[in-house]
């Protein structure tokens, strides 16, 4: 007697299982993929990116014909130390005189200026001035009699074709220092991002 064959319905229980756990097998290179993908582009982003700042000063007294002190000057030098242009705004170029408990506040020292555009390595000037008169003499901030504090805040972005938008802050609070040779600004306080 030849032999029948049955067919047995085949339990779809077991395939589920194997496909089940086959499925986080290739999900997990993609994830690593994406992670690897998100981090290197984050690194790119940081390196690649303007870093403007103010890199040093420059400080001079004013005088008149007859040799007397009248005023003084000076010029922090912004640079940017980046990889791309950036388009830098002057924010805040504050300037204040202390005298004992007196305050004095210039809050516009300087030209006004617009906006700029600062290349890789390109260096350009924030200058300020201020005349003696009757609440604040350049000579008391020589001797020390007056504290002189100035503010600079600037903030920038950068130029080229990227798909988002950031704006970066860099400020700095400078103290001049009298008891310094040669007498020159401090930085007292910074921030930048």
Same mark, same amino acid.
């Given at each position: 007697?030849?032999? #029948?064959?049955?067919?047995?319905?085949?339990?779809?229980?077991?395939?589920? #299982?194997?496909?089940?756990?086959?499925?986080?097998?290739?999900?997990?290179?993609?994830?690593?993929?994406?992670? @690897?993908?998100?981090?290197? @582009? #984050?690194?790119?982003?940081?390196?690649?990116?303007?870093?403007?700042?103010?890199?040093?000063?420059?400080?001079?007294?004013?005088?008149?014909? *007859?040799?007397?002190?009248?005023?003084?000057?000076?010029? !922090?030098?912004?640079?940017?130390?980046?990889?791309?242009? &950036?388009?830098?705004?002057?924010?805040?170029?504050?300037?204040? !005189?202390?005298?004992?408990?007196?305050?004095?506040?210039?809050?516009?020292?300087?030209?006004?200026?617009? =906006? $700029?555009?600062?290349?890789?390595? =390109? #260096?350009?000037?924030?200058?300020?001035? !201020?005349?003696?008169?009757?609440?604040?003499? &350049?000579?008391?901030?020589?001797?020390?009699?007056?504290?002189?504090?100035?503010?600079?805040?600037?903030?920038?972005?950068? $130029?080229?074709?990227?798909?988002?938008?950031?704006?970066? $802050?860099?400020?700095? *609070?400078?103290?001049?220092?009298?008891?310094?040779?040669?007498? &020159?600004?401090?930085?007292?306080?910074?921030? @930048?991002?």
């Amino acid at each position: 007697m030849p032999r #029948e064959f049955k067919k047995t319905p085949q339990s779809t229980s077991g395939q589920t #299982e194997r496909s089940l756990s086959r499925w986080p097998v290739g999900v997990v290179p993609v994830v690593i993929s994406l992670v @690897a993908l998100l981090f290197s @582009a #984050e690194t790119y982003y940081v390196g690649y990116r303007p870093f403007v700042g103010v890199i040093r000063n420059e400080t001079h007294v004013v005088q008149n014909d *007859k040799g007397e002190i009248v005023g003084m000057a000076w010029s !922090f030098v912004m640079k940017n130390t980046g990889a791309v242009p &950036a388009l830098v705004t002057l924010e805040k170029n504050l300037c204040q !005189f202390t005298t004992g408990d007196r305050r004095v506040d210039l809050p516009v020292i300087g030209e006004p200026r617009g =906006q $700029i555009i600062l290349m890789p390595d =390109q #260096e350009a000037n924030v200058p300020a001035s !201020f005349p003696d008169s009757g609440d604040y003499k &350049a000579q008391d901030v020589l001797s020390g009699k007056t504290i002189l504090t100035v503010e600079v805040e600037l903030s920038y972005t950068a $130029i080229g074709r990227w798909w988002w938008k950031r704006t970066f $802050i860099y400020r700095v *609070k400078n103290h001049f220092r009298h008891d310094y040779f040669p007498q &020159a600004f401090i930085m007292e306080s910074g921030f @930048a991002d």
